[in-house]
């Protein structure tokens, strides 16, 4: 378990964290999601005590990171700029780290094996490409078979198959009982790999939810009704107390009535369908709505976003209509 109590980060003028408070729990995989400049990464370094809170605390299953004599045990870590020995082995920066923290050396070869490096474990790291890497920063995560388990973006420069492999990884270790807290800016992997996400912008909390309930309460859900007699249907929906707003398509949309109700309605007036769909929003969808406030870098551009955002819920209070998406301008910015 990691507790995250009131943890505040000062660069200058600049707050990158401000008071966030958070745990991140055994036995699930948590996301930690932001957009750029959220302070995900200043947080991530003061859980592993590369970088002094201004205030607050971070407890590693109840003790600072300084207190644990051999922190690989208790907590492992693939950061973005890992930094390997790019004149060692493969083998032999693993081999250094595992001495450091009194673990086994017939351990370097298991993780070695684990990550897909065997056949490169004798070649200098220098020679890596990042997929390697990144495979290499994770065996030395895995290293101390430690109970929590901490990756910033870990699918960075993977192909499919080790993008595959690194999000059944990371839902094993949370099967086991395991601690496993990740970032990514891939919204669709997240969401495939996730059971809870820990949202922050500008430093802030803005959601500690389950993934289910993140995008049932930050996105729009509605259904698609297509007919070759969208007018009758239009009728006999307005007449049974829906509002149909007919989308760019032609299709008609529907909110707060069911795919079974719409459906039966159509049969019962005879109305044939050519589609009748339940819609729901993706996480990506979902987090720009609910983040929407806190970007700090907006792209100057057309902004061709998909549906603009409507009135979201959030955490027990209501979030602005509609704030400015990435790749939109912010009203106050002029042309
Ligand atoms: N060493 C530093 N000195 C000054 N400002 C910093 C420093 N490190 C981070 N910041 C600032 O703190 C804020 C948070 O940065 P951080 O890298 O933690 O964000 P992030 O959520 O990891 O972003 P990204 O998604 O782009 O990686 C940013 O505004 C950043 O410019």
């Not at 051999?70 to 082995?89: N, Q, V």
């Not at 684990?114 to 290293?143: E, N």
């Not at 707003?245 to 719409?262: F, H, K, N, S, Y």
């Amino acid at each position: 378990m990691i507790e995250i109590e009131r943890l505040t980060k000062r660069y200058g003028r600049k707050l990158a964290v401000d008071d966030l408070s958070f745990q991140v729990r055994p036995g699930v995989v948590t996301g930690f999601l932001g957009p750029n400049g959220a302070g995900k990464s200043t947080t991530m370094r003061m859980m592993l005590d590369l970088d002094n809170p201004t205030g607050g605390s971070v407890r590693i299953d109840g003790k600072h990171y300084r207190e644990l004599a051999e922190p690989l045990k208790h907590i492992g870590a693939l950061l973005e700029a890992k930094s390997m020995h790019g004149g060692r082995t493969a083998y032999n920066n693993l081999l250094c780290l595992a001495q450091s923290n009194r673990i086994p050396a017939s351990r370097v070869s298991e993780v070695l094996e684990m990550v897909g490096l065997t056949a490169v474990a004798k070649k200098k790291t220098k020679g890596f490409s990042l997929g390697m890497g990144q495979r290499l920063g994770i065996a030395s995560a895995l290293l101390g078979d430690p109970e929590i388990l901490m990756f910033d973006e870990p699918v960075n420069g993977l192909d499919p198959e080790g993008i595959h492999w690194i999000r059944n990884l990371m839902k094993a270790l949370a099967h086991e009982g395991r601690t496993v807290f990740v970032s990514s800016h891939l919204m669709s992997e997240m969401a495939l790999t996730a059971d809870h996400l820990i949202v922050i912008g500008q430093g802030r909390l803005l959601a500690d939810t389950s993934m289910a309930d993140f995008i049932h309460e930050n996105s729009r859900s509605f259904a698609r009704l297509r007919s070759p007699d969208r007018e009758r249907l239009r009728d006999v929906l307005h007449a049974a107390g829906f509002t149909a707003v007919e989308a760019a398509d032609g299709v008609l949309e529907i909110d707060g009535a069911t795919t079974e109700e719409l459906g039966e309605l159509a049969a019962r007036e005879g109305i044939v369908l050519h589609e009748l769909s339940a819609q729901r929003a993706s996480l990506e969808e979902a987090f720009m709505r609910m983040t929407a406030q806190s970007v700090e870098y907006h792209a100057h551009s057309n902004g061709a976003h998909g549906p603009g955002p409507g009135p979201v819920q959030g955490w027990g209070q209501p979030q602005p209509a509609a704030g400015p998406r990435w790749g939109e301008r912010r009203p106050d910015e002029g042309a």
